[in-house]
């Protein structure tokens, strides 16, 4: 993926991508050392459990999502936040449809390369 040149980027001018499994997202932003990224789930979607080296913060913009981070479990809605550090095996289940707002450091090279395995559910 071609990264951006724009200095301003809106949900709007940026497409979603279907990921399988009933979720979705959309690049928001980044360069070499952070990417923000959009992620839309259908109820009873999942992110399945899994690990990466990057740094991660989260914001639930909408919906209600159990996350398991390192073995605890959390229910997270509308306006929480989770920070998740690296090398920690994690996962979210969808019970309410909603968004979340993914912030990764340094950036998924494997989301913009399309290199990394998905961990949503088959394309």
Same mark, same amino acid.
């Given at each position: ?6 200095? @301003? ?21 980044? &360069? ?8 839309? @789930? ?10 990466? @080296? ?5 914001? *639930? ?5 159990? +996350?398991?981070? &390192? ?22 289940? *969808? ?6 707002? &993914?912030? +990764? ?5 494997? +989301?913009? &390369? ?5 961990? +949503?559910?088959?394309?």
């Amino acid at each position: 993926m071609k990264r951006s040149s724009e200095k @301003f980027i809106t949900t709007a001018n940026m497409e979603w991508e279907e990921l399988g499994g009933g979720v979705s997202r959309k690049f928001l932003g980044w &360069d070499n050392q952070i990417m923000m990224v959009q992620v839309k @789930f259908e109820k009873g979607a999942e992110g399945t459990p899994h690990d990466h @080296f990057h740094t991660q913060a989260t914001y *639930c913009a909408s919906g209600k999502f159990e +996350f398991n981070i &390192d073995g605890e479990k959390k229910i997270v809605e509308g306006g929480d936040g989770v920070y998740i550090e690296p090398n920690l095996v994690h996962g979210a289940l *969808c019970l309410e449809a909603g968004i979340l707002i &993914d912030v +990764f450091a340094p950036v998924r090279e494997d +989301f913009l &390369d399309g290199s990394g395995v998905s961990y +949503f559910g088959k394309k």
